[in-house]
Every structure is written in structure tokens, then in C-alpha cells.
């Protein structure tokens, strides 16, 4: 009995050669169009920047829940309104022609509930009124003029004043990283990619930047077919960059079911929040069936911006030593759902040991083959040993070994029991 436990025991050591460890799928759970825009993340809403469409409605700027509600929406005020967004304020730019000038007026809004901070007005900037660019600088934002003569201007982020310049050659633009969000490092980034790239994956696809959520990391890249319907996907690598799988997105209503022949799409954008995988695509190209963002325009196409959600489940993994198999209810599963289990033994095999454990080593309690999944992947080792059915273990009783010392240490004590009973016997 005791060189039989340490049978088992040096199985499940040896289990490890045996894994059963694909790499699981993501599931798409909602996918918003949000129109002619630029999507951005406050960490808690989408905030959408220019031409948001709502029931057909522009606006200047605008945030959306997760759920695609929108919190609130600020309208443009005009045909020539620009929005800078800097993750602290968002700024926004119009010029009114008022008594035959143009005045040029200067907000800054609270991203957070879409409400005035402060504003100011600039006079007689009657050459500013087509074409703009709006920069973020270090303390100040430039406004420049293009196509047209005219005076470009530095304004302080707090709106108390501005100076007129004639051009912008002494000032360094500032690469904003919205702080809500951890990035990887640029370092892990082309650790990353270099692999990647080792497997014959093509980089000009990539998005620029990965995410680890769980134990994998994950990038974004896409494919078209012939027929001009561009797909995305996501690339999953496991930590020690081993092993990587390619996920189609499970998206066949992509562009809200319609027809866009297009041969480019921007994949701006790949950030965790809350465990979850956010997308953002932005589709350009010529419409075959106008989307609901260029109604306004007519016949011409202008880009459209999505947003998809994935969520990532905890994969759950078997292990045996080759002579019987383990079936999990599912193979990928939420924290807090119920998982059930069966080790089937193979003929002439009995179940010797049964150990479920985390990711991070630590030990899943079972009953009945019954567990809740933690907060991480999960494995079920299984030890089977040469024998007949009615020495079938069960797990839920302790284990094979556990049986087995109670019935050893039962035995000692009879033995002991006995030979004392037949010594008083002998004396008597």
C-alpha cells in the first residue's frame, strides 16, 4: 500500500509531460459604431471627440458608457468648431462672425460631466475662419491657420490669456499617454513583436501597442478577403512568449451588417479595462451602402469609428499521465461559475489522485467533482494507477492516499488490539 501511494505520488510529479494547455478564444460582447469620431478612454466612459452621431446629430465632443448609453453630449456650435482632448480638459474652438468680424472663442470643459471650466474670446481673427489646427503644448495650446494668410496664437491651458505668433517653430509638440491605463513598456512591446515576427506574423498589422490581462498578452491586427470585408483580429501570446493563436474576431455583423468596400482600416487602439479587451477600429474607404454617420454628407464616405469589447475568460487545463482522461464541463469559464468535472480511468486503470490548483499554485477546494473558478486559469491533475474497479478513489473523500493511510493506520492499531488481546489470553 505504501510503495503504491508513492507510485502516485511520483506520477503526478511526472504529470506535466502529459498537458492538455490550448489557448482559448475571446468573446466579443459589444461592438458600438460611434460615427465620424475619435474614440478615446477616461478609464471609466468612451469619450468621443468631433461629428459624434446620435439620432443623426453632430457633436463636438461626448461621452458614452460601456453600455453604449450616452452620458452626455456637448453640440457643435458651429460649422468650424475644433476639440483638443488632453485626458485633464477638453478645449474646444469656434469662430461667430459677429458685426461683419470673426471672434474667435476658446472653452475648456470637464471631460468628466461634459461642464464649463473657462472661456475666452479672441477679436478680429476675420483669416481664421477656415481651415485649423489645434496643438497641445506643454503649458499652452497653438492654434494655427493653414490655406489662408493669417495670425496664428499660443493659449495658456488655464484660458487667463494668449499671445499672437507667427508660427509655431520654437514649440515642441507633448506626446499625451492617457495615466487611467498601464501601457507595457516599448521594451516588452518589441520583445513581443519580435516574436511575433518569428512566427511569421505580419507587423505592418500590428497596433502599435499590446496589453496583459491575465497571463497573456494581447495585440491587434486585422485581414480582408476578396471581396472587401475587412475583418479584425487578435493576437493572444502567453507570458513566456511560448506559444501565440490568432483570434478571429466573432464579429460577422462588422459595419453594422452593411456592404463597405474599403481597403484600409486604422487599429487605433487596444487598452484593458476591467479584465475586459478594448478594440478601437476606424474603417475609410468608399462606401458601396452609406453608413449612418455619412447620411449627413450625402453620398460621400467618410471614416466610421468602432469600438468592440472582448472578454477574455479563465482557461481551465487537464493533465494526466497518459492512461485516462479528465472532461470538464467547459474549458473557459468567468470567476464565480460552477465547473464540474470526470476522471475516467482506461481499461484495466483505477483513479489514484485528483489535485486541482490555480495559476498562482494555489489549491482549488472540490466537492463531488464540483469547484468555482477563481480569479485565474485553472488545472486538474489526475494520477491513474494499474487496478481493479472497486479500488476507484474518490477525490472528494481525501484522495487515494488519504483512504489509504487511514486504512494503514487502522490496521496497525487492530494488529496492535490483537496481539495485546492473545498476550493477556497466553497469561491467563
Not at 471631460?111 to 475662419?129: Q, R, T, Y
Not at 497573456?216 to 507570458?239: A, F, H, R
Not at 474549458?331 to 476522471?343: M, P, S, Y
Amino acid at each position: 500500500m505504501k510503495r503504491k501511494s508513492i507510485f502516485i505520488l511520483l506520477i503526478l510529479l511526472l504529470l506535466p509531460a502529459f498537458v492538455k494547455a490550448e489557448m482559448k478564444d475571446l468573446k466579443l460582447i459589444k461592438q458600438y459604431n460611434t460615427g465620424y469620431s475619435e474614440a478615446e478612454y477616461m478609464g471609466d466612459y468612451i469619450f468621443l471627440i468631433n461629428s459624434v452621431y446620435d439620432k443623426n446629430t453632430d457633436h463636438a465632443f461626448a461621452a458614452m458608457d460601456f453600455e453604449g448609453n450616452y452620458i452626455y453630449e456637448h453640440d457643435n456650435i458651429s460649422d468650424f468648431t475644433h476639440v483638443l482632448f488632453d485626458y485633464e480638459n477638453v478645449y474646444i474652438f469656434y469662430t461667430v462672425k459677429e458685426d461683419n468680424i470673426y471672434n474667435m472663442h476658446v472653452e475648456s470643459y470637464n471631460p468628466k460631466n461634459g461642464n464649463l471650466i473657462n472661456s475666452i474670446v479672441i477679436e478680429d481673427v476675420d483669416s481664421f475662419a477656415y481651415t485649423y489646427y489645434f496643438h497641445n503644448f506643454e503649458n499652452s495650446i497653438g492654434i494655427e491657420s493653414h490655406g489662408v494668410i493669417g495670425t496664428d496664437y499660443v493659449v495658456q491651458k488655464d484660458l487667463d490669456s494668449f499671445e499672437a505668433v507667427s508660427n509655431f517653430g520654437t514649440y515642441s509638440e507633448v506626446h499625451l499617454e492617457n495615466t487611467n491605463f498601464d501601457y507595457l513598456s516599448e521594451s516588452q512591446n518589441n520583445d513581443i513583436y519580435e516574436y511575433l515576427e518569428d512566427n511569421n506574423i505580419d507587423l505592418d498589422t500590428l497596433a502599435g501597442q499590446s496589453i496583459l490581462v491575465g497571463n497573456y498578452y494581447y495585440t491587434s491586427t486585422y485581414n480582408w478577403d476578396g471581396n472587401g470585408e475587412i475583418k479584425p483580429n487578435i493576437i493572444m501570446v502567453d507570458k513566456e512568449l511560448k506559444d501565440y493563436n490568432v483570434i478571429a474576431a466573432n464579429n460577422n455583423d462588422f459595419y453594422d451588417g452593411r456592404k463597405i468596400k474599403s481597403d484600409v482600416i486604422n487599429i487605433t487602439g487596444i487598452i484593458d479595462y476591467d479584465g475586459k479587451i478594448l478594440v478601437t477600429l476606424r474603417a475609410n474607404g468608399s462606401c458601396i451602402l452609406a453608413q449612418p454617420a455619412s447620411e449627413r454628407f450625402g453620398n460621400e464616405c467618410h471614416d466610421d469609428t468602432y469600438v468592440q469589447i472582448y472578454k477574455p475568460g479563465y482557461n481551465i487545463y487537464t493533465k494526466t499521465d497518459g492512461h485516462g482522461k479528465v472532461i470538464v464541463s467547459q474549458d473557459n469559464a468567468d470567476t464565480g461559475e460552477g465547473i464540474t468535472f470526470e476522471a475516467i480511468p482506461d481499461e484495466g486503470y483505477v483513479l489514484g489522485e485528483v489535485k486541482v490548483t490555480d495559476s498562482e499554485g494555489n489549491t482549488v477546494t472540490f466537492k463531488d467533482y464540483k469547484f468555482t473558478m477563481p480569479s485565474a486559469d485553472v488545472t486538474i491533475e489526475a494520477a491513474f494507477v494499474l487496478g481493479e474497479s472497486e479500488d476507484v478513489d474518490n477525490p472528494n473523500t481525501g484522495g487515494f492516499i488519504t483512504i489509504s493511510l487511514i486504512i494503514l493506520l487502522g490496521s496497525i492499531v487492530a494488529i496492535t488490539i490483537l496481539k495485546k488481546e492473545a498476550k493477556k489470553e497466553l497469561q491467563h
